[in-house]
Nanobody
């Protein structure tokens, strides 16, 4: 079974940085992508970023381009999200999600973050002003 375990959330001041981690396991092949999806209080889900496991290609949502960086440590099966220049509007529960790579990439690019095959529990990021 695919399992995704996210951690690293916390409270940070505006302008600060935070690194989230997602430990992934159970994928039957390497044709998957792992994504970060966030949900702010009272709002719908928003695709943040994703990375493909077979070639490391990365894709970002418009609101985080240039500030967030997604990366993968293949040996540790762990995906990281470096959140820099954080803003109060980045406050949200951040979920680690995954699925067939083309579906995940399309979901992030086309703004359909609910189209993920697998979901982990979220980690809360709170940015104070």
């Amino acid at each position: 079974d695919v399992q995704l375990q996210a951690c690293g959330g916390g409270l940070v001041q505006a302008g600060g940085s935070l690194r989230l981690s997602c430990a992934a396991s159970g994928f039957p092949s390497d044709d998957y992508a792992i994504a970060w999806v966030r949900q702010a209080p009272g709002k719908g889900r928003e695709g943040v970023a994703c990375i493909t496991t077979h070639d490391g290609s990365t894709y970002y949502g418009d609101s985080v381009k240039g500030r967030f960086t997604i990366s993968i440590d293949i040996a540790k099966n762990t995906v990281f999200l470096e959140n820099n220049s954080l803003k109060p509007e980045d406050t949200a529960v951040y979920y680690c999600a995954a699925g067939w790579w083309s579906s995940v990439v399309s979901a992030i690019i086309q703004g359909r973050p609910d189209d993920m095959g697998y979901w982990g529990k979220g980690t809360l990021v709170t940015v104070s002003s």
